[in-house]
């Protein structure tokens, strides 16, 4: 089941979204200051391409001051523009019954784009 889901996400705009992020990642990654963010990006893009059968979860451990402070700077410049656009395509696909499952997967997405360097992806 997980393998339709995800073939049917890439149809539908998965595939479009990860390039997005791997381009993002790629732009990031030209400066040795941004290479944290750009590895983000291409972690996000994995999941968005296979969301399905993919489980969010926090560190363990804890993220430390580091991870807060890229995950600050993260959210200044585009993570909290990021996780309300997946939000709002969530808000979209609950109206129909058929795009309940993938309206999950956006809010999986809008957890791990809020917040990237303190979750990992299973």
């Not at 732009?27 to 040795?32: A, F, Q, R, Y």
């Not at 996780?83 to 999986?108: D, E, M, N, W, Y």
Request: aromatic share 14%.
């Amino acid at each position: 089941m997980n393998l339709l889901g995800n073939i049917i996400w890439l149809l539908l705009g998965g595939l479009a979204a990860a390039l997005g992020y791997v381009v993002g990642g790629f732009v990031l990654c030209i400066s040795i200051v941004g290479l944290p963010w750009g590895l983000q990006c291409f972690k996000l893009a994995g999941v968005v391409l296979w969301p399905f059968g993919k489980i969010i979860v926090p560190k363990e451990g804890g993220s430390g001051c580091l991870s807060f402070f890229c995950n600050i700077i993260w959210l200044l410049c585009g993570g909290l523009y990021t996780s309300l656009v997946h939000l709002f395509f969530a808000a979209i696909l609950f109206i129909t019954i058929i795009g309940i499952p993938f309206a999950r997967q956006h809010l999986k997405l809008v957890e791990l784009s809020l917040l990237p360097f303190s979750r990992n992806v299973v």
